[in-house]
C-alpha cells in the first residue's frame, strides 16, 4: 500500500522564559491511500498543535522537530508558497469544534466559498455554483435566496 502520510519522531515544543512546554513528543504516524486517521484525547493533550505542525501553521516561536511527509515531500523543509498549494487541497484539518470557527458576520455560503475561492476556483460564478451544489447535497433547503 503508498503511504501518504508519514510522521516520524514529530517533537513540537513552545520554549517560554523559565521552561519548555513540550507540546508533541514522538509522534509517529503513517497513513496508506483509503485510510482515515482520527486522533483524540483530552484537552490540552497536544491534538490541536499536532494539526498545526502537519501543516506548517505554528507560530514562529515554537520549535518543530521530525519528518512529515506528504507523498514523499518533507513539508518541513518546504517553502509557504509550495505549502498553500497541499493546505486545503490535499491535507486538511478539521477543528476540535469547527462550529466555534464559523464567523458570524459571513454568510453559511460565504464561509463555505471562501477556502474554494483559495485553493480551488478563482471565479465567483463557479465558487457560487460549487457552493450551492454542496448545500443541495447536504440537503440546506432552500441553498439560495430568490
Not at 509550495?82 to 491535507?91: A, P, T, V, Y
Not at 462550529?99 to 453559511?108: C, E, F, I, R, S
Request: glycine share 8%; net charge neutral.
Amino acid at each position: 500500500m503508498t503511504t501518504i502520510l508519514d510522521v516520524q519522531q514529530l517533537y513540537v515544543n513552545f520554549p517560554l522564559s523559565s521552561t519548555v512546554i513540550r507540546a508533541v513528543d514522538g509522534v509517529d504516524i503513517s497513513i496508506t491511500k483509503s485510510e482515515t486517521l482520527a486522533v483524540i484525547g483530552e484537552s490540552g493533550s497536544g491534538k490541536s498543535v499536532l494539526g498545526l505542525a502537519l501543516l506548517g501553521l505554528l507560530p514562529a516561536n515554537c520549535t518543530v522537530d521530525g519528518i512529515i511527509r506528504y507523498r514523499g515531500d518533507d513539508l518541513l523543509t518546504l517553502s509557504e508558497n509550495e505549502l498553500e498549494m497541499i493546505r486545503g487541497r490535499k491535507i486538511a484539518w478539521v477543528p476540535q469544534n469547527p462550529a466555534g470557527a464559523m464567523n458570524p458576520l459571513m454568510t453559511v455560503g460565504d464561509q463555505i466559498g471562501e477556502p474554494i475561492s483559495l485553493h480551488v476556483e478563482k471565479d465567483k460564478n463557479i465558487v457560487r455554483k460549487k457552493v450551492l451544489e454542496l448545500l443541495q447535497f447536504i440537503r440546506v433547503t432552500p441553498p439560495r435566496k430568490e
